[in-house]
């Protein structure tokens, strides 16, 4: 058959401001030439001689499966392969092996790998490679019928090492298993550059393009459109451990505890840079983007409605640093429930965000953020849907213990009880909620109360003046008598 024609398009991001990131931390190439390099082709392959420049050829389900026997070796696939033969029992057999890993090189070609199978629910270092190091593996396309697997589960690869590269790869399938399952790679700590998957996912740590992308772990240009499903599950990475995540996105629905429509959890160090994610998400502790953040989010937006308790548009918790971030979707849940985040807490910041999407819940329920604790400060950011509860009901935050500064809100506000048009009520347990030069549109929200954000007319708003102290010349801008105060990030 012919090759399959290319299957990326250029990925936009409407409205972010875009960092220049390298695809590959060095300049050198990691692959060496094969140690015990032949000098004839084997019976095996089709052609070539293993080396780099002139690698073995394969075009059968045979050929691919002796690569297990030239790990170090380099290979390129010159035809369609149809894995139904190795489906029975426990079906595929991965290719390396913890101790002995493909450190080769692989070039799909374009062609197709199909009907790729494996039934090993107490296996670990499960996919079509089983475990890289120092490998090189690009144009794969690879059709999955299923893979059930324990831990480091990938459609591709389970689990890759520093020095890895996977360079224009697409799987499609069902990938299921307990820890670290991926469409593409179930444990990364390797380079993942131009490479998108269909997968639908299941498992704890589980994400469409890797279950865990640890601190080695960059992900560039990728994009997953599958949906994910259990705890701790991203649209696009389950768990982001210090790894580097730029220029991507998810589309795919996400459903389960702490978990985000592109990364479940985002820890130590991690950077989520210049993406985005429209799906719809559900689960306590969630976010349109990110379930859990401790490190950075920068340049990023979330579309899809969520849903849940302690749940936000963008981000479901938030410990560390938000920074130029929007959210569009409806939010509704029970309880903290925030168009942006559900909670900020713990010394995190939020600057230069805005939400615009219905907040709807029993209480703490806020336009921008349910609730604020705990150190957390908000600066330079807005809040334009409406927002309703039963009680602790703010068109900017539900319930606020840190600083809120330089912000505004203008969607309606209803409820019972503890209604505020910026905020629905600022507790003093912890700490003392601080709202400082924070202002709310009391014609538009229904609200007229004070103390807790200024209240100001429909004009007044769309006017510079009103907002005597906020910087005009580098982070916000306004059409006086026009409309209301934007960020200038956005324009």
């Known amino acids: 058959m012919n090759k399959k024609p290319a299957w990326f398009y250029p990925l936009t991001f409407s409205g972010l401001i875009f960092i220049f990131t390298p695809g590959c931390e060095k300049d050198e190439d990691p692959i060496d030439e094969p140690v015990d390099e032949p000098v004839e082709t084997p019976a095996e392959f089709e052609g070539g001689a293993g080396t780099k420049t002139d690698p073995w050829l394969i075009a059968t389900p045979e050929q691919l499966d002796d690569v297990r026997n030239f790990l170090k070796s380099h290979f390129k696939q010159i035809a369609d392969i149809d894995l139904n033969s190795f489906s029975s029992g426990r079906g595929w057999q991965p290719v390396g092996e913890q101790e002995k890993p493909f450190s080769g090189t692989f070039n799909g070609n374009g062609y197709e790998i199909t009907n790729l199978s494996i039934n090993s629910p107490?296996?670990?270092?499960?996919?079509?490679?089983?475990?890289?190091?120092?490998?090189e593996i690009k144009n794969v396309v690879l059709v999955i019928n299923k893979i059930t697997g324990f831990t480091n589960v990938g459609g591709l690869v389970g689990a890759s090492?520093?020095?890895?590269?996977?360079?224009?790869?697409?799987?499609?399938?069902?990938?299921?298993?307990?820890?670290n399952i991926g469409g593409l790679v179930g444990n990364n700590s390797g380079n993942i550059n131009d490479c998108n998957t269909s997968a639908d996912i299941y498992g704890f740590n589980a994400g469409g393009i890797?279950?865990?992308?640890?601190?080695?772990?960059?992900?560039?240009?990728?994009?997953?459109?599958?949906?994910?499903?259990?705890?701790?599950?991203?649209?696009?990475?389950?768990?982001?451990?210090?790894?580097?995540?730029?220029?991507?996105?998810?589309?795919?629905?996400?459903?389960?505890?702490?978990?985000?429509?592109?990364?479940?959890?985002?820890?130590?160090?991690?950077?989520?840079?210049?993406?985005?994610a429209s799906g719809n998400i559900s689960g306590d502790g969630s976010g349109?983007?990110?379930?859990?953040?401790?490190?950075?989010?920068?340049?990023?937006?979330?579309?899809?409605?969520?849903?849940?308790?302690?749940?936000?548009?963008?981000?479901?918790?938030?410990?560390?640093?938000?920074t130029n971030g929007y959210a569009t979707g409806d939010a509704s849940g029970n309880r903290n429930i925030g168009g942006l985040a559900g909670f900020n807490t713990d010394g995190g910041t939020i600057s230069n965000c805005y939400s615009i999407g219905t907040v709807s819940g029993y209480e703490q329920a806020g336009g921008l953020i349910g609730f604020n604790l705990n150190g957390g400060v908000i600066t330079?950011?807005?809040?334009?849907?409406?927002?309703?509860?039963?009680?602790?009901?703010?068109?900017?935050?539900?319930?606020?213990?840190?600083?809120?500064?330089?912000?505004?809100?203008?969607?309606?506000?209803?409820?019972?009880?503890?209604?505020?048009?910026?905020?629905?009520?600022?507790?003093?347990?912890?700490?003392?909620?601080?709202?400082?030069?924070?202002?709310?549109?009391?014609?538009t929200t229904g609200q007229n109360d004070t103390g807790k954000g200024i209240p100001k007319t429909t004009s007044e708003m769309m006017q510079q003046s009103t907002f005597e102290t906020w910087n005009f010349t580098t982070i916000w801008s306004i059409d006086e008598g026009a409309g209301y105060p934007y960020l200038r990030w956005k324009e």
């Open 122 to 135: 107490f296996g670990y270092n499960i996919g079509l490679f089983g475990k890289t190091d120092n490998s």
């Open 161 to 179: 090492s520093y020095g890895d590269r996977f360079i224009n790869c697409y799987t499609t399938g069902n990938v299921l298993g307990d820890y």
């Open 210 to 276: 890797a279950g865990l992308n640890n601190e080695e772990g960059r992900i560039y240009n990728s994009y997953a459109t599958g949906d994910i499903s259990g705890l701790r599950a991203g649209g696009l990475v389950g768990i982001n451990d210090g790894g580097y995540i730029s220029n991507c996105h998810a589309t795919g629905d996400v459903s389960g505890p702490e978990s985000g429509g592109l990364v479940a959890t985002n820890l130590h160090e991690g950077n989520v840079i210049n993406c985005y």
């Open 288 to 322: 349109g983007l990110v379930g859990v953040n401790e490190a950075y989010i920068i340049n990023c937006y979330a579309t899809g409605n969520i849903s849940g308790n302690g749940i936000g548009g963008l981000v479901g918790i938030n410990r560390h640093s938000i």
């Open 380 to 443: 330079n950011s807005f809040a334009a849907g409406d927002v309703s509860a039963y009680a602790y009901a703010g068109g900017f935050a539900g319930v606020n213990e840190g600083d809120i500064i330089n912000c505004y809100a203008k969607g309606i506000v209803s409820g019972d009880r503890y209604l505020g048009g910026l905020i629905g009520v600022s507790f003093r347990w912890n700490h003392d909620g601080n709202t400082v030069y924070s202002y709310y549109d009391k014609n």
